[in-house]
C-alpha cells in the first residue's frame, strides 16, 4: 500500500455516467444467489470446518447469573463447547456495558447473552443452547418508559448534539400567541428489522504474523467493527480484518458492531484455529441488536392569528438502557426546521433495564419531526389556514438556531411541486368531508429534512492496470443500496473513463479506510475522497499512466466548514382512508418530492426515497414493539407479531426529485438520500387520516381501533 | 439436535396408531405450524408421522341423509380448496375464508385438517421463556394483563384468553360443517360447533379431539341458504395478517325480511364463535343497521373487555353490519 495519503481538495466532476440509470454492477450475484452473506463463506475464503455458535440469552431483566449448568448441553451429540461468563476469553477493555460480554455475571436486561454453545451444526447448537440451565439471582426491574420517570438529562444526544436549546421568551410568547397548540405525541419501539439478520463468520490464527482474527460480518462499517472490537480483544487494528462483501440491510442497526460480534469473536479464540459462524436469530435481535426508543413529545406552538409561529417548545421524554446511554436526538430537527423568534426544546431520558437502542433510519429525525409536523397540522387546522400555505408562511431565512446561512433550503419548491403533482388543491377544508362507499377519504401532508453529512475518516486509492482499466478501493460497505454501482460511476466520471474501466473493492478493512454506511452519508463522503483521489492521480500520473502507478489520497476539504446549513428536505403527501365501520386504515397514495441536490443513479435513488417512504408508512400504521414490563422484553419479537407493510399495503407509491447540484457540498453535487424518505412520513399518513375522519391521532401507530370510538 | 423419529404413514390406520400409541408424537400436515413450533421449542415431539400422502386429497359432492354435502379430504391444500369450482359457486364463504388467510406461499403448504388444528398465536404460548397455561398447564397466564390486542372477549377463562386462529374454522362453523376423524375406536362425525372447546380450566385442549384421533375429512351441507355467503376480516395490515376480528356470514332475505341467518365470529374467543343469539334475533325481522346491532348486542352481552381489547365490540359491530348489509345488497342486485 501506498505511504501517507495525499491530501487534494476535490473540485467539481463532469458529469457522465453520474446522473444516469446504471443497472446495479452486482445484480446478477444477487439474484442467481452467487452472492455470499455473513455466514455463505467456507473454506474458499478461508473458513474451512467452520463450528456454529448458538447463543443462550437471559430470561431475567435484572441480576445476577448464580450459576450456569452446561452439563446436558456439554454432552449433546456435535457439541464443542459452552461457554458462559466463568469460561469465556477474558475481554482487555470492558468499559462498552453492551459489548462487554460473557465477563461477569450482571445481567442487565431480558435478552442479554449469558452463555453461547459451539457445535458441529446449526442443529445440534440450537438443541444444546435450550438445554443450558443458567440460574439467577433475581432484582427488581424497571422496564416502563413514563414521561416521569425520563428525568436524566443526558451530557449530548446522538451523535453530539446540546441536549437543550432555549432562544428567546417562550413561555411570553406562549401566553401572548393568538393560536396555541399544546399536545402529546407519542411513538412507540420500533426494530429495524432487515432482512439478512446480524451475522457473523470468524476465525482466530496464529501464524508468523502473530494473532489474527478474520472477520466477514454483515455490517455497514468494516473499519468501525475493527476498531471497535481490536482493543477489546487486545489487539491492534491491523491485527482484526472485515469484510462485508454483501450485507442484506442494516437501517443503522449495524451502523455499529453489537454484543453478537464479540460472542463470534470469543467463541473463535475459544475454538481456535477452528472458525465459528453465529447467526442471531430473528427473536434475539429484538433484543440485542438495537432498536429506535419509544419517544413521549411534548410541543406547544404559539402563533400570530396569520399561523406565523412566535414560538416553539418541544420537550421529549424517552429511555435509554442503564448499561449503555443512547439519547435519541427527538428534538434537534424541531430547532431548524421553521422560523419563530422563541424556541426551547429538550431531552430527558428513563434509564432502565432494557436492551440497548441505537440508530434506526433517521434517528431523531423520524419520531422529532412526526410530533412536529402532525402539531404544525393541527396549528394550520386552528388557524384555519391551508396546511402547505403554513409551512410557506414559515421558512426561515437562515437556520435558526445557528444564525448560519442555508446553502441550498428548497423545501418551498418541494411543497408546491408536491401539491402540483399529487392534486392538493381543491382539497375540501373542513376534515369528515369526503365518504366514498364505505372509506372516508382525506389527504395530508409533512415536510421532510434531514441534514447532509459528510464524515471524515476516508481514504482511497486508485490504481492503474493494464489496458486502460483502473483499480478504485476504498473500505466503504453497500448494505443493499447500491453503493457499489454509485461509486464505479463516480470513480469513472473523476478518472474520465467509462464505467466498464473501473474494478471497484469495496468491503473489506484491507482496504482504505471508510465511514460508516449511515447518516445518509455514505455516498458522499465516499464518493468526495474517490474523486479526490482519482484528481490526485490524473495530477501525479496523467491521462496515460503505466500500469502500477498508484494514488492514495484524502479529501483535504473534509470536514466542510460549519459556517453554512447543509440540509435536503422534503415534502410528503399522502391519502388516507378509513372504514367508517371497522376502522381499518389503509393508504392508497403517498407521494414525495426531494432536494437531495444530484441523484446518482436514478434507479438506486428512487428505491432509497420509495423505501423510505415505505418504511414510513409502515412505521405510520403498523410498526411496534410492544414491551412487556412485566418481564422487560419486547413480547412483538417476530415479523408475525411485529407488522410492516406488505405487499398489499403498498400501493401507489412514488418519489421524484429537484434537477440540482449541490456543488457546494460535494464534487458530485451529491447530498444524502438514505433516510429522508422516512422522514415527516408517518406524519403526512397521520394528518390524511384526520382530514378523512376529523379523529386526530396523536400517537403511533394509527391503528384501526383510533377510529371506533374504543380508545 | 434433538433427535426426533419421521414416519410416512401408509395407511391411515397406522398413523392413528402410532400416534395414539404415543403421548409424544404428532401428525405431521403442511408442517407450516408445527414446523414453527418445533423451532421455537413449543412444541417437541419425538416421532412425527406425515400424513401428507395418505389419500385424503378429494373435493367431491356427495349425497348426505340431509341433502347434498361436499366432502373435502383432509389433506386438500388451502389453495386447492378456494380454487373449487363448486367452493366458488356454492360456498363463497369458504373460498373467501381461505383467501383471507395467511399468503399464497402459506396456503399451498396448508392443509384443511391442518388449518382447523392451528393454534393460537398468543405471543405468550409462543415465547418459552414466559407462563403460559396452554402451553405448560399450571404455569399461569401471560396475556392477561400483557400484550392483549389479540386476546378474547367471549368464552375466555382465568387461565386463558387467546383466540383460535383460523379463518378456515370460521367459515366451516357458519356452514355448520362436519368434521370426519379417525381415532383407534374407529370413525367419528364431530359437528364442527363441537371440535373447538372454550379454555375453562384446560387450556392445554383446543379441540375436543382425543390424542391420536385424525382429521381424515371435512363435509360441508350444500345448502341453499350459503350460495348468499361471504367473510369479512378485519386487521390492520391488508394482508397476512391474522384477524383482529372476523365474520362469516349467509343469508336468505325474503323480500326485507330474514328468512335464514348464518353468523359466525373469529378473533374473539378460544373457538370459532357461532352467534347463534344474533341469528335467533335477526331471523323473522326485517334486516337493518339498527337491528343488526342489537342483534350484535345480545351476542356481545356477556363479552368481558378491557383496555386492550374494547375496541373489538364496535369494531365487530361494524364489521358485521356490513357483512350483512353487503350480502343483502347482493342478493337484490
Known amino acids: ?711 | 439436535m434433538r433427535a426426533a423419529e419421521y414416519v410416512r404413514a401408509s395407511s391411515a390406520e397406522e398413523a392413528v396408531g402410532l400416534v395414539a400409541g404415543n403421548p409424544d408424537a404428532a401428525f405431521l400436515g403442511g408442517g407450516t405450524n408445527l414446523v414453527d413450533h418445533l423451532k421455537l421449542g413449543v412444541a417437541r415431539p419425538d416421532l412425527l408421522v406425515d400424513v401428507r400422502r395418505l389419500p385424503f386429497g378429494g373435493v367431491e359432492q356427495q349425497d348426505g341423509p340431509d341433502g347434498p354435502v361436499l366432502r373435502i379430504g383432509a389433506g386438500v391444500p388451502n389453495s386447492d380448496l378456494a380454487a373449487d369450482p363448486v367452493v366458488r359457486g356454492r360456498l363463497p364463504v369458504l373460498a373467501r375464508a381461505l383467501l383471507a388467510g395467511a399468503s399464497g406461499q402459506i396456503r399451498h403448504q396448508a392443509t384443511t385438517g391442518g388449518n382447523l388444528l392451528q393454534r393460537t398465536r398468543c405471543v405468550y404460548f409462543q415465547d418459552v421463556t414466559t407462563p403460559c397455561n396452554k402451553r405448560e398447564p399450571g404455569s399461569g397466564c401471560s396475556a392477561a394483563g400483557g400484550y392483549g390486542r389479540y386476546n378474547a372477549i367471549l368464552g375466555a377463562s382465568e387461565t386463558c384468553v387467546a383466540t383460535h386462529p383460523s379463518d378456515l374454522a370460521v367459515a366451516l362453523a357458519a356452514l355448520d360443517a362436519v368434521v370426519v376423524t379417525l381415532g383407534t375406536d374407529g370413525e367419528r362425525r364431530v359437528p364442527m360447533a363441537d371440535l373447538h372447546r372454550l379454555p375453562e380450566d384446560a387450556p392445554e385442549r383446543d379441540t375436543t379431539l382425543a390424542h391420536g384421533e385424525l382429521v381424515t375429512a371435512v363435509e360441508v351441507p350444500l345448502t341453499d341458504v350459503a350460495r348468499r355467503s361471504t367473510y369479512t376480516k378485519v386487521r390492520d395490515r391488508a394482508s397476512y395478517a391474522f384477524a383482529l376480528v372476523s365474520v362469516a356470514a349467509a343469508l336468505d332475505l325474503d323480500g326485507d325480511t330474514v328468512r335464514e341467518v348464518r353468523l359466525a365470529w373469529g378473533g374473539v374467543a378460544h373457538k370459532p364463535w357461532r352467534a347463534r343469539r344474533a341469528e335467533e334475533a335477526l331471523t323473522g325481522a326485517v334486516l337493518d343497521e339498527a337491528g343488526i346491532e342489537a342483534a350484535v348486542a345480545a351476542e356481545l352481552s356477556d363479552a368481558v373487555t378491557d383496555d386492550q381489547t374494547a375496541y373489538k365490540v364496535p369494531m365487530l359491530t361494524g364489521a358485521t353490519v356490513q357483512t350483512l348489509l353487503d350480502l343483502a345488497a347482493e342478493e337484490t342486485a
Not at chain 1, 419509544?294 to 412566535?310: C, E, F, P, V
Open chain 1, 1 to 711: 500500500m501506498t505511504a501517507d495519503p495525499v491530501q487534494h481538495t476535490p473540485t467539481p466532476i463532469r458529469v457522465r455516467s453520474v446522473g444516469t440509470r446504471l443497472e446495479r454492477v452486482d445484480g446478477l450475484e444477487k439474484v442467481t444467489g452467487r452472492a455470499g452473506y455473513a455466514v455463505e463463506h467456507g473454506a474458499d475464503d478461508g473458513f474451512d470446518g467452520a463450528l456454529v455458535a448458538w447463543l443462550v440469552t437471559s430470561t431475567v431483566a435484572r441480576g445476577r447469573v448464580t450459576s450456569v449448568d452446561t452439563a446436558a448441553a456439554a454432552a449433546h451429540d456435535g457439541v464443542v463447547a459452552v461457554l458462559d461468563h466463568t469460561s469465556a476469553p477474558r475481554l482487555a477493555d470492558t468499559d462498552d456495558g453492551e459489548l462487554a460480554i460473557l465477563q461477569d455475571p450482571q445481567v442487565h436486561f431480558r435478552g442479554q447473552v449469558v452463555a453461547l454453545v459451539l457445535a458441529e451444526t446449526a442443529e445440534s447448537a440450537r438443541e444444546a443452547a435450550s438445554l443450558v440451565e443458567v440460574s439467577y439471582d433475581v432484582e427488581e426491574h424497571e422496564a416502563e418508559l413514563t414521561e416521569e420517570a425520563a428525568t436524566y438529562r443526558p451530557d449530548s444526544v446522538n451523535p453530539a448534539f446540546d441536549t437543550d436549546s432555549d432562544t428567546g421568551d417562550v413561555d411570553a410568547a406562549l401566553a401572548e400567541a393568538a393560536v396555541v397548540v399544546d399536545e402529546e405525541y407519542r411513538t412507540p419501539h420500533e426494530h429495524n428489522n432487515p432482512m439478512e439478520p446480524h451475522a457473523t463468520t470468524a476465525v482466530w490464527r496464529s501464524d508468523g504474523d502473530g494473532e489474527v482474527l478474520d472477520l466477514v460480518d454483515s455490517t455497514q462499517a468494516v473499519h468501525g467493527v475493527a476498531s471497535t472490537l481490536a482493543p477489546m480483544l487486545g489487539l491492534e487494528q491491523d491485527q482484526v480484518r472485515v469484510r462485508a462483501p454483501y450485507v442484506g440491510g442494516g437501517f443503522g442497526s449495524k451502523g455499529q458492531p453489537h454484543a453478537h460480534v464479540v460472542a463470534a469473536a470469543l467463541a473463535a479464540r475459544h475454538v481456535s484455529p477452528r472458525p465459528v459462524r453465529l447467526a442471531v436469530t430473528r427473536q434475539q435481535m429484538f433484543a440485542l441488536t438495537g432498536y429506535r426508543t419509544a419517544t413521549i413529545s411534548r410541543m406547544r406552538l404559539g402563533a400570530d392569528a396569520d399561523g406565523r409561529l412566535t414560538a416553539i417548545e418541544h420537550r421529549v421524554f424517552e429511555q435509554s438502557s442503564k448499561v449503555k446511554e443512547f439519547a435519541e436526538q427527538t428534538a434537534v430537527p424541531t430547532r431548524m426546521l421553521y422560523a419563530a423568534p422563541n424556541r426551547r426544546t429538550s431531552h430527558r431520558l428513563a434509564m432502565l433495564d432494557v436492551a440497548v437502542p441505537s440508530w434506526m433510519r433517521a434517528p431523531g429525525e423520524m419520531p422529532g419531526v412526526f410530533a412536529h409536523e402532525v402539531a404544525m397540522d393541527e396549528l394550520a387546522q386552528a388557524c384555519g389556514l391551508d396546511p402547505v400555505e403554513l409551512r410557506l408562511r414559515n421558512e426561515p431565512d437562515v437556520d435558526p438556531e445557528t444564525g448560519n446561512p442555508w446553502n441550498n433550503r428548497r423545501l418551498p419548491e418541494c411543497l408546491h411541486r408536491g401539491a402540483e403533482r399529487f392534486g392538493w388543491a381543491g382539497r375540501p377544508a373542513e376534515a369528515r368531508a369526503t365518504l366514498e362507499g364505505d372509506w372516508w377519504v382525506g389527504t395530508g401532508m409533512a415536510a421532510a429534512t434531514y441534514p447532509a453529512y459528510r464524515q471524515g475518516g476516508n481514504a482511497a486509492r486508485v490504481t492503474a492496470l493494464d489496458g486502460g482499466r483502473y483499480a478504485v478501493a476504498i473500505g466503504a460497505v453497500d448494505i443493499g443500496t447500491g453503493a457499489r454501482t454509485v461509486l464505479t460511476q463516480i470513480a469513472a466520471d473523476a478518472l474520465e473513463v467509462g464505467t466498464d474501466a473501473v474494478d471497484l473493492e469495496v468491503g473489506d478493512t484491507r482496504l482504505p479506510s471508510a465511514s460508516v454506511a449511515g447518516g445518509s452519508s455514505g455516498t458522499a463522503s465516499w464518493g468526495s475522497t474517490i474523486v479526490a483521489a482519482a484528481q490526485a492521480f490524473r495530477e501525479r500520473h496523467g491521462d496515460d499512466p503505466g500500469a502500477g502507478a498508484e494514488v492514495l489520497a484524502e479529501a483535504a476539504d473534509d470536514p466542510l466548514g460549519t459556517d453554512v446549513a447543509f440540509h435536503s428536505f422534503g415534502a410528503v403527501f399522502a391519502e388516507a382512508r378509513v372504514h367508517r365501520r371497522t376502522g381499518e386504515v389503509r393508504v392508497p397514495r403517498l407521494f414525495g418530492v426531494y432536494s437531495v441536490g444530484r441523484v446518482v443513479n436514478p434507479v438506486t435513488a428512487h428505491s432509497q426515497l420509495v423505501g423510505g417512504l415505505v418504511m414510513g408508512l409502515s412505521a405510520a400504521l403498523f410498526e411496534e414493539s410492544w414491551r412487556d414490563a412485566r418481564f422487560g422484553h419486547v413480547v412483538t419479537q417476530d415479523l408475525a407479531s411485529y407488522h410492516v407493510a406488505a405487499h398489499a399495503d403498498v400501493r401507489d407509491v412514488d418519489a421524484e426529485w429537484l434537477e440540482e447540484s449541490d456543488d457546494a457540498f460535494s464534487p458530485m453535487g451529491a447530498r444524502g438520500i438514505g433516510e429522508i424518505g422516512i422522514v415527516g412520513t408517518a406524519a403526512a399518513v397521520v394528518n390524511a387520516a384526520h382530514h378523512a375522519t376529523g379523529v386526530r391521532v396523536r400517537s403511533l401507530p394509527v391503528t384501526a381501533d383510533h377510529f371506533l370510538g374504543g380508545r
